[in-house]
């Protein structure tokens, strides 16, 4: 009885799913010999950068309005401007700053420390180990079934740009962390 109500095309499906007429990589450019993949910048944990006007520089070269990925390398010599995994402009770091009191906790552990607060950062060191290992174990289960992991710790991002008439450049700020950096971008008057 449902052999009548159903048509032939119907029933037949590689008539409905036919080859695709084109080459999966057009370009021939596969995905991991793009710019994102090849300078290595992790793509989920970077802040955003809203840019408001056009930048152009001396070549005749325009930055669009929009949300942009903003990266720091890991040489912390330049930041790259991202969209949409395309790396579209690279600037150059000319000040980097790191919290020292941040830092010195992981640089100098052991020295003027009590008996007390050596067991106590012994004992985060331990946990903090043990937290990223069932992380770790838990992410690589995630990752054969096909799921999403669940969400990291929250880490403070901010990326911020203004345009500084004096020189006539605009200035970007990229702050991660602990870590802060600024670069500029000469703008064509």
């Not at 930055?63 to 395309?86: M, N, Q, R, V």
């Not at 830092?103 to 067991?119: F, H, M, P, V």
């Not at 174990?137 to 500084?164: L, Q, W």
């Amino acid at each position: 009885m449902l052999e009548g109500i159903l048509t032939p095309a119907l029933r037949d499906i590689n008539y409905l799913a036919p080859c695709a007429p084109y080459p999966a990589n057009p370009s021939g450019i596969t995905i991991h010999e793009k710019p994102i993949y090849r300078y290595s910048i992790p793509t989920d944990e970077q802040p955003t950068l809203a840019i408001v006007n056009d930048i152009t520089d001396y070549n005749g070269n325009f930055i669009k309005p929009g949300y942009y990925e903003l990266a720091l390398s890991d040489d912390k010599e330049f930041l790259y401007l991202i969209e949409s995994k395309d790396l579209l402009a690279v600037i150059p770091v000319f000040k980097l700053a790191e919290n020292e009191d941040e830092l010195k906790k992981y640089r100098d552990k052991s020295k003027d420390l009590t008996s007390q607060e050596k067991k106590e950062l012994k004992r985060t060191e331990r946990t903090q180990k043990k937290k990223d290992k069932i992380r770790k174990i838990i992410e690589t289960k995630y990752a054969k079934t096909g799921a999403t992991p669940p969400p990291k710790d929250y880490v403070h991002m901010e990326a911020s740009i203004e345009y500084i008439k004096e020189g006539s450049y605009y200035l970007v700020r990229y702050e991660k962390g602990v870590i802060r950096a600024w670069g500029a971008i000469k703008v064509k008057e």
